[in-house]
């Protein structure tokens, strides 16, 4: 049996930070993500040197993050959500406009619907969510949800429609 090595661990890991950031973000918040991330790679890391092979998809990692979340909500009190707020980067225009290659003003257009969605996100039950994120943002299957959240499929099914349901009424206004 050879030895874990670090290098293929971190070759492997690379490419998938971040899909697992921006998870991390959503599902935690910005305030809490940072350490998430972080305790989903040490646990990833101690399963690589128990032998396990380098993760080869974000799918995986997503689910050590998951566990880890739930984790610590079990074991302390989850912090005021108002740090969840900013959880869109605040990346300045001239950068977000050369990388997009649009006008400053769609740019921040953009920033605002984000800002937006992701604030109305925050109002869902974490539950709803979770299910969402997974979903239609990150746009896995509803079979992978499935295995990510350890809930049989109608459930997945039932809190999207309801997650979506919440957030057109919201868009939709009064």
């Not at 049996?1 to 661990?9: E, I, L, V």
């Not at 950068?95 to 869902?124: F, H, N, W």
């Not at 943002?137 to 079979?143: E, H, P, S």
């Amino acid at each position: 049996m050879s030895t874990p090595s670090t290098t293929d661990f971190l070759a492997a890991i690379e490419p998938l930070l971040p899909v697992l950031t921006r998870y991390a973000r959503r599902l935690a918040g910005s305030a809490l993500a940072d350490d998430l991330v972080q305790e989903t790679l040490f646990r990833a890391w101690r399963a690589h040197l128990r032998g396990a092979a380098p993760p080869r998809h974000a799918g995986y990692l997503c689910r050590i993050l998951h566990n880890a979340f739930v984790s610590s909500k079990r074991k302390i009190a989850v912090r005021q959500r108002a740090a969840a707020r900013g959880d869109v980067a605040p990346a300045s225009l001239s950068a977000a406009t050369q990388r997009s290659g649009s006008d400053p003003t769609d740019v921040l257009i953009a920033r605002a619907d984000a800002e937006r969605v992701a604030s109305m996100l925050d109002t869902l039950p974490p539950p709803q969510r979770r299910a969402l994120l997974l979903v239609d943002v990150r746009g896995l299957t509803y079979r992978e949800a499935t295995d990510l959240l350890g809930v049989p499929s109608g459930t997945v099914m039932s809190r999207l429609h309801r997650g979506r349901r919440k957030l057109r009424a919201t868009l939709a206004g009064p």
